[in-house]
């Protein structure tokens, strides 16, 4: 390889690293905002404190959160969706019922992830899905989370 081609996969594999690493970690309150415009303030009857809640203790509000479980499935995202269930990792014979890949489940676009989350709401009734929901905020005063926020 001459110099010049070096130098120019040199930079295109830092460009690949930097997007790779790259991870988006939202505010409360800018999640208090999306999540609102998205409709889930009261979706299936769980208030948005729920939900800010619920990222908080699933992904710390980080976007590129991924936990690798004993079975070997992996939790995507904010909202640490589990591909063996909801979304398709490779091509196997995983559910996928979100019909969405699990790594658009990790971008700062919110959309797929919030869409999947309805969905596992509703196929699942409820919030239980989600153990730090279940731990810290089931039942408790919720409010505080959109403490501040810019959301009715
Ligand atoms: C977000 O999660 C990714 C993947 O686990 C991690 O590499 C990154 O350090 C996290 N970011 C923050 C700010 O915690």
Redesign the pocket.
Known sequence: MGLRMRVAAILALVGCLATV?E?K?YTRCKLAKIFSRAGLDNYEGFSLGNWICMAYYES?Y?T???TVLEDGSIDYGIFQINSFTWCRRAKTQEKNHCHVACSALLTDDLTDAIICAKKIVKDTQGMNYWQGWKKHCEGKELSEWKKGCEVS
């Open positions: 690493t991870s970690v710390h980080n590129t959160a991924q």
